[in-house]
């Protein structure tokens, strides 16, 4: 069965700063990988996604992921943090047509 | 557009009492998900299904959880004799056909079992 990790509970960054939100996977066959962000109160947003072909996927609001299949990661980045970033962070995988599974989250504060 | 709409936002029973909440996909969405959020906790997957059909149920729990997705009006996630472990977030989320398509979240329904 596919599982996600996010190693980290929390990530800390000063605005203006690049962040890296981590993610790694499990699977037996090929990936389909997505991020998603929830904001207080609301539901999950979809911000990008990894199905085939360049590993370098950019998706909305500036953010992007890398695919790394050697190290079965698809961790999120932004060159340039906001005060506005902060929030709760999903990523989450699918094989085939099994149900999409998240990870725990990660909390994302960008301080001022 | 309207996005995945649910309702209620909040819902307030007491042990022992039937829950229904409510999902409405977003227009040309044949699919719908069910996932539960518990506080500080990832979304777990509860169920998956199409128009009157359930494709996949395997995260629902055995004993008072049902779900229905009909012909006509929105998906329904009931749970009878409610518990407070039941005290959650309920999402929907819907999509097109096809195991590459994103999906849609509505806003969520927060359980509350007193």
């Known amino acids: 069965a596919q599982s996600v990790a996010q190693p980290e509970d929390q990530v800390n960054v000063a605005e203006g700063n690049p962040l890296t939100v981590k993610c790694t996977y499990s699977?037996?066959?090929?990936?389909?990988l997505f991020w998603y962000v929830q904001y207080p109160n609301r539901g999950l947003q979809f911000l990008l996604k990894?199905?085939?072909?360049?590993?370098l996927v950019k998706g909305s609001y500036g953010f992007e992921a890398e695919f790394n299949k050697s190290q079965t990661s698809f961790h999120l980045k932004k060159p340039s943090a906001l005060v506005s970033d902060s929030a709760l962070y999903f990523c989450?995988?699918?094989?085939?047509?099994?149900?999409?599974?998240f990870g725990k989250g990660t909390r994302l504060s960008v301080i001022a | 557009n309207a996005g995945v709409m649910q309702n209620p936002r909040h819902l307030v029973r007491r042990r022992g009492q039937e829950a229904r909440l409510r999902c409405s996909p977003m227009?040309?969405?044949?699919?719908v998900y069910w996932y539960r959020q518990l506080p500080e906790e990832g979304l777990k997957f509860m169920v998956y299904?199409?128009?009157?059909?359930?494709?996949?149920e395997s995260g629902m729990p055995k004993e008072r959880f049902s779900a229905e997705f009909p012909k006509e009006g929105p998906s329904i996630l009931r749970i009878q004799q409610v518990v407070r472990g039941d005290s959650a977030a309920y999402f929907c989320?819907?999509?097109?056909?096809?195991?590459?398509?994103?999906?849609?979240f509505g806003n969520g329904t927060r359980l509350t079992v007193t």
């Open positions: 299904l199409q128009k009157e059909n359930i494709i996949d």
């Open positions: 989450a995988v699918r094989e085939g047509n099994t149900p999409l599974v």
């Open positions: 699977v037996s066959g090929n990936p389909y």
């Open positions: 227009k040309g969405h044949s699919h």
């Open positions: 990894y199905i085939t072909g360049d590993n």
């Open positions: 989320a819907s999509s097109p056909p096809g195991h590459n398509s994103p999906l849609h």
